[in-house]
């Protein structure tokens, strides 16, 4: 079998045969083909200059990759690059996965491709489920409850609803990390975690991937 034949096809619109979609297309493969290997249709979305790169992860979320004002036509161009995550419609959390650019938190990476692959290999494939686990720990032991969801979208909504509930209850949030952070392995993307206090009552709520 020939290495194109694992690669996702390319995206079915007009563009595809627009000269400058070509050629951002191919000077962008180095990042394109590792999305592709995975499965996912890759696009380049041409934006009045401010370009980027918009992989479907069939998981109800799509990938963007660009900088902070567009991908310019040759990518030796790039001062710093910009990936996020979000719902399929914009409808829906945005995950920062990663950000090299001036105020990014991999701003010293700056153009660097490199870091920016090590991040694509490590997103998870679709299809992939999540859980929403609440567990209240009382001086009399605790409580797990949990609720399935199909994809991160649905995910981040069940955790937002549960942090609403907490917060109405009169809990008190006491540790909520910002992700991802600026130095060390990153988790994978959705994942969320908060600790909640109210008297001597602690609450764990977070999103697992399973």
Known sequence: ?????????????YRVHDALWQRL???????ITPLREKGWVTDVELSEGAHFIRATLGDGTEL????????????????GWLMIRQPEGANGPITVLYNSTRDGAHRSNGGAIDPVLA??????????????????????????DTHPCANPVEANE???AH?????????????????PPAEGPEPQP??????WALGPDIAVLRIAAV
């Open 1 to 13: 079998m020939s290495h194109n034949a694992k690669l996702a096809p390319l995206p079915d619109h």
């Open 25 to 31: 297309y191919a000077n962008y493969a180095p990042l």
């Open 64 to 79: 963007h990759i660009g900088t902070a004002d567009g991908l310019p036509l040759d990518p030796r161009e790039v001062a």
């Open 119 to 144: 991040r694509i290999a490590r997103l998870r494939p679709a299809g992939r489920t999540y859980r929403v686990l609440s567990t209240i720990y009382t001086p009399f032991g605790s409580q797990t």
């Open 158 to 160: 069940v955790f937002d």
């Open 163 to 179: 942090s609403e509930s907490f917060t109405a209850e009169l809990w008190t949030r006491i540790y909520a990390p910002t992700w």
């Open 190 to 195: 959705a994942l969320r975690l908060s600790v």
